[in-house]
């Protein structure tokens, strides 16, 4: 069982930042690929961002170039750095975990096994 915890989310407004920080118990850690997603209201979950255990990044192209995705294996964390935020970027930001190997991205929801509550980004314009 993997357990995530997201913190980091708040307001902000037109063209700020925010780090979004996920937690993960496990002692495997460094061989999940993790991901980031997030749902508006009215809207269904999307996908933001992955990284492959290998480091390996890939983006949605909404978000492409404005946020980049890190982990810290030492301390099991995965973060999404976000950068010239707009209000179409507010939603609650999801981190979500998968401990299987995979060769190919995991951009579908159900590509993962483990999810954390959620934490509120709201973009004010």
């Known amino acids: 069982q993997v357990q995530l915890g997201e913190s980091g989310g708040g307001l902000v407004q037109t063209g700020g930042s925010l780090r979004l920080s996920c937690a993960a118990s496990?002692?495997?850690?460094?061989?999940?690929?993790m991901g980031w997603f997030r749902q508006a209201p009215g809207k269904e979950r999307e996908f933001v961002a992955t990284m492959k255990s290998t480091g390996t990044s890939y983006y949605a192209d909404s978000v492409k170039g404005r946020f980049t995705i890190s982990r810290d294996n030492a301390q099991n964390t995965v973060y999404l750095q976000m950068s010239n935020l707009t209000p179409e970027d507010t939603a609650v930001y999801y981190c979500?975990?998968?401990?299987?190997?995979?060769?190919?991205?995991?951009?579908?929801?159900?590509?993962?096994?483990?999810w954390g509550q959620g934490t509120q980004v709201t973009v004010s314009s």
């Open positions: 979500a975990a998968n401990r299987r190997p995979t060769i190919v991205w995991m951009v579908r929801w159900n590509d993962y096994d483990y």
């Open positions: 496990g002692r495997t850690f460094r061989g999940y690929t």
